[in-house]
């Protein structure tokens, strides 16, 4: 599943309309719908728009034996 089809996804269980998120980040609801089309979000990102919609972001690779890198 691709970024923006997540976030879209967090929006609507946060219950978040993307105006609304976009406000929430300091930015335009048109500049964010031009990230949201082109899809390029760094990490930092990912974390800012997770604690504006009262969530967690985390990422990592994990392996079968448990370990998270």
Avoid: H, N, W
Avoid at 21 to 47: C, H, N, W, Y
Wanted: aromatic fraction near 10%; charged fraction near 30%; glycine fraction near 8%.
């Amino acid at each position: 599943m691709d970024i923006p089809k997540k976030i879209k996804m967090a929006e609507a269980y946060a219950d978040v309309k993307e105006a609304e998120l976009a406000r929430r980040l300091g930015t335009s609801p048109q500049a964010f719908g031009q990230r949201m089309k082109a899809g390029k979000f760094s990490s930092a990102d990912l974390e800012r728009i997770a604690e504006a919609l009262g969530a967690e972001f985390f990422c990592c690779f994990r392996f079968p034996d448990g370990t998270d890198i």
